[in-house]
């Protein structure tokens, strides 16, 4: 039975629902970084709680402090709320994947009504003219962003990030208009606009600029850099084109019609990582572009799509918006189909970020209640409603690497350490109806797993990859794996092959489980004249010789030296 604990958690209201934000040990700690929230003004109220996890394990919630903010009067209507904005250090660095996303996010309404991506926009003289004269919304971008990063910087100033911004918006001006001083024609295909690039990157990317204007959709547009990517010069350049689609991935009305009918937000999210993964299947009313984009990120060449993309998932999973809008009595069941599809026991896709959204939505989705619970207790509620001991230590390992789970310091560690001590058995790591194989192969990947994790230490991870290897043990002495393996009625060369590669199949945890296995192909070999005996028992004894020299490589393949 655990002792008592006390944790203090910072919550944000997003919407209808308290949100953690911070969590800390300390009470002065929490108020601080609730104090700062406040001064930030961007949530509309913050709160401190104090977390009381009794011995028996219920818990006791108390308010310490919770402020309402007053809200901001409305900015220009054109901008959109951003909380970050990275930092760009040269001039190339706004044409980067960060800091187009940023300014997709940022400017959402105004490209969507001129029906152009941040690229086009980074690229062409005239489309950045027409913006510098919007009204303020320059200025306004500029005053956003630098106020950002420099709070991102510890700067309290922002005056030194403002003066950088609006210099270098310059320089991305006059390079444009230099572009078009040359006067250049708009490529027919990709390959015209490589060729015409002369190897410059800049060029490139201007002279498909060119091209993607002329396009007044965004399918239009998304459909012929799918077309480029078909090009050999495409395939040849493909980080450039990746680049375009990922601003393309951007728009809200491009994801609703490029995924055709979806039944819920669960459903929706579920299919885009499928697509992401290459694995996706076009659903009803999806265009062909669902497909084409599909064998894209299959081959791997859309990493920075990819990225986009995730980080909407991520985003909506965390977020407040209903899995299930039409029907709320499906919420749980939404949740627990999608849990299932993003956690399983090799990963967390879209790593801790989604992880820590994971457990925001838990905290909602799993309550009865309706309410957000505290961390401690949203995590007991989601691993209650993972599959198995693997998948569970997968999610928690995950989580250990957020920034949630960082903050949550002994709390998560102590979850982690108390599920691996009570799972002292195989069948509370992998489903019973999977074969033996498929079961030691999933402990063994467990057992990799924590002992690989980054920000957990050693003199930790040891101890409990031991009991992991424990349960490994029991498992073959149960049963007696080993001895199916080498069965006495077999001949020797058969029973001496089938263990060495038993050994080397990766299934057993290096360690006291492998040793059991490597102990038995030893007893083998310092039998009395073994190689005699090995080459006698070959279903071809003419054979024999090159049997055993095939036998003694796959000795020192399986690490037997």
């Known amino acids: 039975m655990s002792s008592p604990k006390t944790s203090f958690e910072v919550q944000v209201l997003d919407g209808k629902h308290w949100v953690i934000a911070e969590m800390a040990a300390d ?52 901008l959109a709320s951003i909380t970050e904005a990275p930092l760009c250090a040269t001039l190339e660095d706004f044409y980067g994947q960060p800091s187009r996303t940023t300014i997709g996010r940022l400017l959402r309404k105004y490209l969507d009504e001129a029906l152009i991506t941040p690229f086009e926009l980074l690229h062409d003289q005239k489309e950045m003219k027409r913006f510098g004269d919007k009204g303020n919304l320059l200025f306004g971008a500029i005053d956003r962003v630098s106020a950002l990063q420099a709070k991102a910087a510890g700067d309290e100033n922002s005056k030194a990030r403002k003066d950088f911004l609006d210099k270098s918006w310059e320089q991305l001006m006059a390079r444009a208009k230099d572009f078009v001083a040359k006067k250049p024609k708009t490529p027919a ?3 015209d606009a490589v060729n015409a690039s002369g190897g410059d990157a800049f060029t490139l990317r201007a002279l498909m600029t060119l091209a993607l204007l002329e396009k007044r959709s965004w399918f239009g547009k998304l459909d012929m850099v799918i077309a480029w990517a078909a090009e050999p010069a495409g395939q040849a350049n493909m980080a450039v084109i990746d680049a375009v689609i990922a601003d393309l991935m951007v728009p809200a009305q491009v994801i609703q019609d490029l995924l055709g009918f979806q039944s819920n937000l669960s459903a929706a999210l579920c299919t ?97 209640g309706g309410a957000t619970v505290a961390a401690p207790q949203a995590l007991q509620l989601m691993l209650g409603a993972l599959a198995d001991g693997c998948v569970r230590l997968q999610f928690l390992l995950t989580l250990c690497a957020s920034s949630l789970g960082k903050s949550m310091g002994e709390v998560l560690t102590e979850v982690l350490e108390a599920h691996i001590r009570r799972s002292s058995h195989m069948d509370q790591w992998v489903a019973v109806r999977l074969p033996p194989p498929a079961r030691m192969a999933a402990l063994s990947a467990a057992h990799k797993a924590l002992k690989s994790c980054p920000v957990l230490v050693d003199g930790f991870k040891k101890p409990l990859a031991d009991l992991i290897d424990e349960v490994m043990v029991k498992y073959l002495t149960e049963q007696e794996i080993i001895e199916k393996v080498d069965k006495p009625d077999d001949p020797l060369a058969a029973r001496a092959i089938r263990l060495v590669k038993f050994c080397g199949a990766g299934v057993l945890i290096e360690g006291k489980s492998l040793n059991m296995a490597k102990a038995r192909v030893v007893e083998h070999l310092r039998q009395k004249q073994f190689e005699e005996k090995f080459v006698a028992s070959c279903p071809d004894p003419s054979q024999g010789e090159k049997a055993l020299r095939d036998f003694h490589k796959l000795l020192v393949e399986c690490g037997f030296g």
Do not use: W
């Not at 401190?48 to 209507?77: M, N, S």
């Not at 885009?272 to 062909?288: C, H, M, R």
């Not at 084409?292 to 990120?297: S, T």
């Open 27 to 78: 009470e002065d700690k929490a108020k601080a970084f609730a104090e700062n929230l406040v001064q930030a003004g961007n949530h509309a109220a913050v709160r401190v709680v104090k977390d009381y996890q009794r011995i028996d394990g219920t818990h006791t919630e108390t308010v310490l402090l919770e402020k309402q903010i007053a809200q901001k009067g409305p900015g220009d209507p054109t």
């Open 272 to 368: 885009i990582v499928n697509l992401v993964e290459g694995k996706g299947e076009a659903a009803k009313f999806a265009p062909q572009t669902f497909t084409d984009l599909n064998a894209l990120f299959a081959q791997g060449c859309l990493p920075q799509s990819r990225e986009v993309l995730m980080a909407r998932v991520i985003r909506e999973v965390g977020g407040v918006n209903p899995l299930s809008r039409n029907d709320p009595s499906q919420e749980y069941e939404m949740f627990h189909k999608m849990l299932h599809r993003l956690v399983d026991k090799d990963s967390v896709t879209g790593g801790p970020p989604l992880a820590e959204s994971l457990l925001q939505r838990g905290s909602r989705v799993l309550n009865s």
């Open 189 to 191: 295909n990709f390959t």
